[in-house]
């Protein structure tokens, strides 16, 4: 069982920067890849970013190229997505969701492929 809690989210402006974490419990969170999903107001939600368990392998979505960093500590076990060069269209509920990673070779982008999810931290870019 992984519990995950997101934190860091808030209010910033265009051009803007924020640190989300994604603190998980569990002892094998090392097994686990993590990914980063959003939710924006009448929208679906997302994939954003991802990465494997050893932290050897990242997956981006397009839009965030250049502009998000996803890492993690194990030893601390939490995620980190660095949000650079925001943009109002970043706005949205941000989750941190897990899946075990040891045997996985399937798309790190399917959210159905996870299996925890944290409760989301709300992200607001303003123009």
């Known amino acids: 069982q992984v519990q995950l809690v997101e934190s860091g989210g808030g209010l910033v402006q265009a051009g803007g920067s924020l640190r989300l974490s994604c603190a998980a419990s569990g002892r094998t969170f090392s097994s686990y890849a993590v990914g980063w999903f959003r939710q924006a107001p009448g929208k679906e939600r997302e994939f954003v970013t991802a990465?494997?368990?050893?932290?050897?392998?990242?997956y981006n979505t397009d839009s965030v190229n250049g502009r998000f960093t996803i890492s993690r500590d194990n030893a601390k076990n939490t995620v980190y997505l660095q949000m650079t060069s925001l943009k109002p269209e970043d706005t949205a509920v941000y989750y941190c969701a897990a899946l075990f990673d040891l045997v996985y070779s399937g798309s790190y982008s399917s959210e159905s492929h996870y299996d925890y999810w944290g409760q989301g931290t709300q992200v607001t870019v303003s123009s």
């Open positions: 990465i494997t368990w050893s932290g050897g392998s990242i």
